[in-house]
């Protein structure tokens, strides 16, 4: 409903009961639903204001990944929305088009309220995407996959498995679910399909490809479209990330999307420190073998009458960043401790009641971002939509050429970031900087600054 010039949405968030086995009912959360939410669609440039009310029994928070807004309407871990209460923040729409998403931000438990599915997409559509001709029918050629990973107990129970282990590795499930659901099949209609995927899992990273090999044409980052389209035959997405990509289905025959869970332990785990080194997060599959599990995420069966068509050969205008515009450079150095005991940030973890950085608005800043432990982190920034300088001097792969707010920082490196805050400032209010593994989050990997 548009209502004094402003879109408006209503959304409750409720306790929910949800079958991950058939017949096997876990308690859940969702938001009008009863595991993860509706699909919210914005435009940019419009005002949205949102009524959520709380019906559940414990405090929460909703989150608005990737925008760009007022630190009151953030909806990070000052925001509690506490149980029988409404929280109703407003703010323009000044993301480019892409997918975004919200979730829970608890102070301590965003881990846990995630996985029992406070989580849902965002679209975001502007004049710019319009105008190309690239998939973007909701449900038909444009669909959203929010790729979450799930631990059941021996009866088919919902668990969440926090323990010493957990804490310091991130919570794993040997199940996939995209959009709640297991081994899921999609009916295409059309030549190609649009793939906007979410990686919604707590801890896991996946790498995703098409089982055969196929080609996929890679078309926006977690802040938007790229330059152009890039052909990418596998696709790497930490937990908070997001990708597009194109699948061409006109030569008829079915497609499969699938993954490889790539090893985030190793070094934690004894021994095999160099590999790290070598090609960072990438190098063992989880299950020590030679190969990794594939993990099944979708297989998608083509229509009849798929057309072909052509992609623009050029999607956005991105400039290479400027490093001659920052006036400063700030660091973060990311570790974990002994044991995973001591979750930090330049050595601090998170504190509800202190601000680690004031920023100046308006300002080009470099941050520089160093792993110091034995895993890879998944940083992510409020407020922001930042572009990669670079890794250890070395020029990112084509994901990392967009609009991003998420990146992965893996052990032993050092990542340079541009970013800018352009407007909203509060004295009072700070934004989160994280790793964006829940536990991690949830541990103390997390600051906080102020936009000033
Ligand atoms: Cu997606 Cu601070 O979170
Ligand atoms: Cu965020
Ligand atoms: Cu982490």
């Not at 590999?275 to 297989?299: F, H, S």
């Not at 050429?401 to 909203?424: A, C, I, M, S």
Request: glycine letters at 10%; aromatic letters at 6%; hydrophobic letters at 40%.
């Amino acid at each position: 409903a548009v209502e004094g010039g402003e879109r408006v949405f209503r959304l409750s968030l409720t306790t929910g009961q949800k079958e991950f086995v058939p017949g096997v009912a876990s308690a859940t959360i969702g938001v009008d639903a009863d595991y993860l939410g509706p699909t919210l669609e914005m435009r940019r440039g419009e005002r949205v204001r949102f009524h959520i009310d709380n019906a559940l029994a414990e405090g929460a928070t909703v989150h608005w990944h990737g925008f760009e807004l007022p630190a009151a309407a953030d909806g990070g871990p000052h925001q509690l929305i506490r149980p029988g209460t409404r929280w109703s923040p407003s703010f323009e729409v000044r993301q480019r088009a892409s997918l975004y998403w919200y979730h829970s931000h608890l102070h301590r438990r965003a881990g846990p309220q995630v996985y029992a599915g406070l989580a849902a997409p965002i679209y975001v559509r502007d004049d710019e995407e319009a105008a190309l001709d690239l998939p973007s029918d909701y449900g038909a050629d444009d669909i959203p996959l929010i790729v979450q990973d799930r631990a059941l107990d021996g009866s088919g129970k919902l668990i969440y498995p926090l323990n010493m282990h957990t804490r310091m590795m991130g919570v794993l499930g040997e199940r996939i679910f995209v959009n709640g659901t297991q081994n899921a099949v999609f009916d295409a209609q059309t030549g190609q399909l649009r793939l906007r995927i979410l990686n919604g899992s707590n801890a896991r990273f996946y790498e995703f490809s098409l089982a055969e090999g196929q080609a996929m044409q890679l078309i926006a980052s977690d802040g938007g479209l790229l330059d152009r389209p890039h052909t990418v035959r596998s696709l790497k997405l930490a937990p908070g990330e997001r990708a597009q990509v194109i699948v061409d289905l006109t030569e008829g025959r079915p497609l499969s999307l699938v993954a490889t869970s790539p090893d985030n332990a190793m070094g934690m785990m004894g021994g095999q420190g160099r590999g790290m080194m070598g090609g960072g997060m990438m190098n063992r599959p989880r299950d020590g073998g030679e190969t990794g599990e594939v993990l099944r995420i979708l297989d998608i069966r083509p229509g009849r009458g798929a057309r072909a068509r052509r992609l623009p050969p050029r999607l956005s205008s991105l400039n290479a960043p400027d490093l001659s515009l920052a006036v400063r450079t700030r660091r973060f150095v990311l570790d974990m401790g002994m044991m995973g005991r001591g979750m930090t940030i330049n050595g601090a973890a998170m504190d509800m009641d202190i601000v680690n950085e004031r920023v100046p608005v308006g300002q080009w800043e470099i941050w520089e971002i160093a792993n110091a432990s034995m895993m890879a982190h998944p940083f992510h920034i409020h407020n922001a939509q930042f572009r990669v300088i670079d890794r250890d001097g070395r020029r990112p792969p084509p994901l990392e050429t967009g609009f991003k707010d998420t990146v992965v920082v893996n052990p032993r490196e050092q990542l340079r970031v541009l970013l800018r805050f352009e407007e909203h400032t509060d004295p009072d209010l700070p934004y989160m900087y994280h790793c964006h593994i829940l536990e991690h989050e949830d541990a103390g990997m997390m600051g906080q600054f102020l936009v000033v």
